[in-house]
DNA sequence: CGCGACGTTGATTTGCCTCAACGATTGTGG
DNA sequence: CCACAATCGTTGAGGCAAATCAACGTCGCG
């Protein structure tokens, strides 16, 4: 069970067989169907998701009652909203299965009690975090100083086998445009 | 000496008198002339930087060769690039004081040292991070969803003593767009 | 098979940028 | 302490990247 998290604890830091008992002990897994929400705007946000299998993503309504995503989350990757999460407070954002997946759920009460009872993973929610926000500080760099078609290059170019994986509209707002001007930029070229 | 960062230190983690002792010898301090640079694009990331008084931001160069801020840290805030200094690799900022500025700094190496002597710290810089990224989450989230003119709204009624320190060509950058049209957007009211 | 979700295409509109010229303010050296 | 330059902010004209709107093609699924 929860291996390939796990296994991604293991490239940060090393946990002893009864910490990763103890873990264990503290995560559930669930299979979850395409479209299927974990979160809503307003909720409470009571969980932090690592994905096993599949994607998810968070996005929110915008005034035109259009979806915005803000995030995917594949393979190994943490996905919540810290605001909410940390606070305990409403949340801005949705967060919903773009495919088919399989999670790990780590709910905030768990969290809390795994962290005072195995210390090295506070070093390991401190590196994935820190590495996360490092992500995001170039995400910013690259929507202040790009055009939307040059965004779309940059992306495809670096992730090539996700943009086949996900709808167009969901990826033409989280790059910050819209679906036709996605559109417009893909009969440029292939 | 520092006492600003132990205050804040203070507000998430107890520390022991000891443990306090350990963390000023890893620590020093400066003071900071307007316009000094702390790091530049290129550069790899040496430190991460608290604000005890003052105003730092990072900001880097477009290919128009104009100035973009990405951030801005004033007191009791760290800055840093984390992706530099995580890894030890050019950094695509520049980190520059704002006004003259005093600050304490925290070498990677220092840090790393610190970390493995005082296990706390590691809760205290997760929880840093988290709140700095669910802010910076947020944040994305209005770049995608408000115009121009209502991000400045926003954003003076959110920090409208902040508005007042710095100059409105780095305001102007930092909320995405031009400084001519921050001055017509003031020009429409006060 | 039919419906709804997704993608495409073209016409039109618009938010904001660019460029340029001109005030205001700051700070620095003579 | 003043003069002058540099920096910063303002204003207006013109232009462009991308949004919006609308209509139509297509595919997958119940």
């Not at 690592?50 to 005034?63: D, M, P, Q, S, T």
Request: include cysteine; proline fraction near 3%.
């Amino acid at each position: 069970m929860g291996t390939s998290l796990h296994d991604h604890i293991k490239r940060y830091v090393k946990l002893t067989t009864d910490e990763q008992e103890i873990l264990t002990a503290h995560l559930s897994e669930q299979s979850i169907k395409k479209k299927t929400h974990l979160l809503k705007e307003g909720e409470i946000c009571r969980a932090n998701y690592f994905v096993v299998k599949g994607c998810l993503r968070a996005y929110f309504i915008n005034e035109k009652g259009g979806e915005q995503t803000c995030q995917f989350a594949i393979e190994n990757w943490w996905i919540t909203d810290y605001m909410s999460f940390d606070t305990q407070t409403p949340s801005h954002f949705f967060i919903q299965a773009v495919e088919n997946t399989e999670i790990v759920i780590l709910t905030k009460k768990m969290q809390d009690d795994l962290l005072k009872k195995i210390p090295a993973l506070e070093r390991y929610f401190r590196l994935l975090i820190q590495r996360t926000y490092a992500a995001s500080q170039l995400r910013i760099k690259y929507l202040f100083s790009q055009s939307g078609e040059e965004r779309y290059h940059h992306f495809n170019e670096s992730f090539p086998e996700f943009v086949q994986r996900v709808p167009q509209y969901m990826l033409a707002s989280y790059l910050g445009f819209s679906p036709e001007f996605l559109s417009k930029i893909r009969a440029g070229k292939t």
